[in-house]
């Protein structure tokens, strides 16, 4: 069935360092792809989002190529800031009727100053 | 415009009690879903309403949980009796069509803790 899978963390990294996050999805057809944040004591929002192959998703420094041959969806930053703290979710969306979300367990993101 | 709001932030009951969740989604959003997210898993769809009618309901425990969606607006989602396996935070979120790859909006979640 459809899946996500996203690396553990916590990821802990110095700020300035380069962030890369891996998410690999198995699915039927061609989903759209998505990344959620969720910073502390806060509701999970939309980070960036690719809808087709070969998309590449940004949004904050933050970004996501939608890679088909590989099926991955990995979110890149080239420079951490503290307040990038948070937890990350890769998700993508398949139909059933309706749209649906099948989310990964979440990727924590520590940024030490 | 208003984002997701949930009620209450946190609630702590013991094990075989009932607890009940509200959720007032954005103005106009006519998909409603509820959520579990356990701690260290992502969210999972328990129930999701368009309108006030349920599109898919198959991983509710219906034994225990059971949610509606009255006048297509806001939605409570109760627990009864609850067990130590139901510790989670509940999430609402909504989204303008189902019908189209869009973006989910959550509200900050209410965290449960059973004893």
């Known amino acids: 069935g459809d899946s996500v899978t996203q690396m553990e963390g916590p990821v802990t990294l110095s700020e300035e360092a380069f962030l890369t996050i891996n998410c690999t999805y198995t699915?039927?057809?061609?989903?759209?792809l998505f990344w959620y944040v969720q910073y502390p004591g806060e509701g999970l929002q939309l980070l960036l989002k690719?809808?087709?192959?070969?998309d590449k998703g940004s949004n904050k420094g933050f970004e996501a190529t939608y890679r088909k041959e590989t099926t991955s969806f990995h979110l890149e930053k080239g420079s951490v800031q503290v307040s990038d703290s948070a937890v990350y979710f890769c998700?993508?969306?398949?139909?059933?009727?309706?749209?649906?979300?099948?989310f990964g367990t979440g990727t924590r993101l520590k940024v030490l100053a | 415009e208003a984002g997701v709001a949930q009620s209450p932030r946190y609630k702590i009951i013991e094990k075989r009690q009932s607890v009940a969740f509200w959720c007032n989604p954005i103005?106009?959003?006519?998909?409603l879903y509820w959520y579990q997210q356990i701690l260290g898993q992502g969210p999972k769809l328990l129930i999701q309403?368009?309108?006030?009618?349920?599109?898919?309901d198959s991983q509710l425990p219906k034994d225990r949980f059971s949610a509606e969606r009255l006048k297509g607006v806001d939605s409570t989602l109760k627990i009864q009796p609850a067990k130590l396996e139901d510790s989670a935070v509940y999430l609402c979120?909504?989204?303008?069509?189902?019908?189209?790859?869009?973006?989910?909006?959550f509200g900050e979640g209410s965290r449960l803790t059973v004893l």
């Open positions: 998700a993508h969306i398949f139909t059933s009727g309706t749209y649906k979300y099948i």
């Open positions: 690719a809808t087709k192959a070969d």
């Open positions: 699915a039927t057809g061609y989903p759209s």
């Open positions: 309403f368009q309108n006030n009618g349920v599109v898919d």
């Open positions: 979120a909504s989204s303008r069509n189902p019908f189209e790859p869009g973006e989910l909006f």
């Open positions: 103005s106009g959003h006519a998909t």
